[in-house]
């Protein structure tokens, strides 16, 4: 058992494996299990570059073999951060079925980000592109180097560099030939179905990285019960253009949903109109998931682009809310269906079904994916309120996290007594058993399904010598439903908005974090108690937001 893990109670576990939620299965047996079942149909598509699921297979064997051959063990911490291209499917399979264990960086994370996690899980390897986006990691690789001791080895996707390239570990072992049964691999004795598969992240109210450790049985019950909930099959064509280490499109059901289904995936750098549209006309895209902010884009972006939508027909939006209004004009500009997806990379997870009436897929949040989901809405006290009436949501199941990695102090915060997760978010109840998302209880800024932690940007910024004191709060925004407005005490010449966000920049933050507008004030309001009283700027900012948009 990994040190710093919390497994679920014995009793609860026999519970789950009982009534078949949990089976003894690993995530690389699941993909030998769908190479054997799909062969030489193709599994991922990355422009001109096709896969089948035999050659996924093989290619994940030779490079756990890779991995091995460089030092790379069973139990190691291995940070992979990779945009969407075909290498990440057989970068992480390879590593489960070594044992080893991946931490899912996500491509917008800098050096603030990926320094802390290399450094929290004493990783032994990081896993980049050469480039991407106009991003050159191998110069954030340098970076992270110089703070991370355990960090033995640089593994590089593309133009190397100094560091190792994922090509010189592209081989079979010299004792095995070339396309030898995955079943020969035998570094899977070293583990089982229970035990971390991989590790997720977590915003948070502190900014501080939180490791949501995935073993393999849940997550494979994540991803195969995702799939039939979301009626994919063999003739899905999923399009995946938000990350692949993102929860949401790598298993929910996404990336791994789809390869479950028999189906294909065609991975995209970015959730563009202009790029995406041409991919579902080409590649006759049938499903895709996105947040909120590029929903609303793709349905303007019908107006001035005429590629053939005609094949999609469900389209994922999640992250954080979609306004009803806009949730009603999926249909009618995109021409497909919408599944709402309400969850969180700890594990619960909540649809609104296909064969759901429209009113209810535009006004809810969906329901929970599986029959042993038990979910508690409760005040503050813990006391649970009627239906209908808002309340903290509090969860646990046979997906569900019992606790974060490494993380014991906080572990008795997040959790109750019994083992339930304290989601921090608000939601309704509806009777008809569907959740309606209100917002969060923490102070964590949802910009557009990107999770900001006001402390960890409070913190940053009183580094710079001219802040005094600052506040980070939400302001609403019709796009993104909240964007970043930092309320600052500064002395000498003042701080810009352009200044601030320099300055955060250069500190390695990732772009999503940076505020969106910065508010000189002469004191910060405080409460009765004497703290800084956030309700009232955050109502100071949403008066002024609406009266800018109301003068034009």
Excluded at 30 to 54: E, I, K, S
Excluded at 70 to 88: K, S, T
Aim: a negative charge; proline letters at 6%; aromatic letters at 6%.
């Amino acid at each position: 058992m990994l040190d710093g893990f919390v497994p679920r109670p014995e009793e609860l576990a026999n519970k789950y494996r009982a009534e078949g939620y949990w089976r003894d299965v690993t995530l690389g047996g699941l993909l030998a299990a769908w190479a054997d079942a799909h062969g030489d149909r193709v599994a991922l598509t990355d422009g001109d570059r096709r896969l089948t699921y035999r050659e996924l297979d093989r290619w994940a064997d030779r490079l756990a073999h890779g991995f091995r051959r460089l030092g790379i063990a069973a139990g190691d911490r291995v940070v992979v951060q990779l945009p969407n291209v075909l290498e990440f499917l057989p970068v992480l399979f390879a590593l489960c079925r070594l044992g080893a264990l991946p931490v899912l960086a996500l491509p917008a994370h800098r050096e603030h980000e990926t320094g802390a996690l290399s450094a929290l899980t004493e990783a032994k390897a990081y896993i980049i592109a050469d480039r991407s986006l106009g991003f050159d990691y191998r110069d954030l690789a340098r970076q992270v180097t110089q703070h991370a001791p355990a960090l033995q080895h640089v593994i590089v996707v593309g133009d190397p560099a100094e560091f190792v390239p994922l090509g010189a570990l592209d081989a079979p072992a010299d004792h095995e030939p070339e396309g030898t049964a995955t079943a020969s691999f035998h570094g899977a004795e070293a583990f089982g179905s229970e035990d971390v598969a991989f590790f997720l992240l977590s915003g948070g109210t502190t900014g501080q990285p939180k490791l949501i450790p995935r073993t393999h049985t849940d997550y494979a019950y994540n991803v195969t019960a995702s799939a039939e909930v979301c009626g994919l099959d063999r003739d899905t064509v999923y399009l995946a253009v938000l990350p692949a280490a993102h929860n949401f499109a790598l298993g929910c059901p996404g990336v791994l949903g789809t390869l479950h289904a028999g189906g294909r995936v065609v991975l995209a750098a970015d959730g563009s109109p202009d790029r995406a549209f041409s991919l579902i006309e080409q590649e006759g895209v049938t499903m895709t998931a996105l947040v909120p902010p590029l929903a609303m884009l793709w349905m303007q972006a019908v107006e001035w682009l005429d590629d053939d939508l005609s094949t999609l027909e469900v389209l994922q939006v999640g992250g954080a809310k979609l306004p009803a209004e806009a949730a009603r004009r999926v249909r009618s500009t995109l021409g497909c269906r919408l599944q709402q997806v309400f969850g969180m990379g700890e594990g619960l997870l909540n649809y609104t079904r296909l064969d759901d009436p429209d009113e209810v897929v535009a006004t809810t949040q969906g329901r929970p994916l599986s029959p042993a989901d038990e979910i508690r809405i409760v005040d503050e006290n813990d006391r649970e309120v009627p239906v209908g009436e808002a309340g903290q949501l509090l969860t646990r199941g046979p997906y569900t996290l019992r606790g974060y990695y490494l993380a014991g102090d906080h572990n008795d915060t997040a959790f109750t007594a019994d083992g339930f997760y304290r989601t921090g978010d608000l939601v309704r109840l509806r009777p008809d058993g569907n959740l309606v998302a209100l917002g969060r209880t923490k102070e964590v800024i949802n910009k557009g399904g990107e999770k900001v932690a006001a402390e960890e940007l409070e913190n940053e910024l009183l580094a710079h010598p001219a802040v005094r004191e600052v506040a980070v709060v939400p302001m609403p925004d019709p796009d993104f439903g909240e964007r970043i407005c930092a309320f600052v005490v500064a002395g000498g010449a003042g701080l810009s908005h352009a200044d601030a966000v320099d300055f955060l920049a250069s500190r390695g933050l990732a772009t999503y974090k940076l505020p969106d507008r910065v508010e000189l004030v002469d004191a910060l309001p405080l409460t009765t108690v004497g703290k800084i009283n956030k309700r009232e700027l955050t109502e100071r900012i949403s008066t002024a937001v609406a009266e800018a948009r109301k003068a034009g």
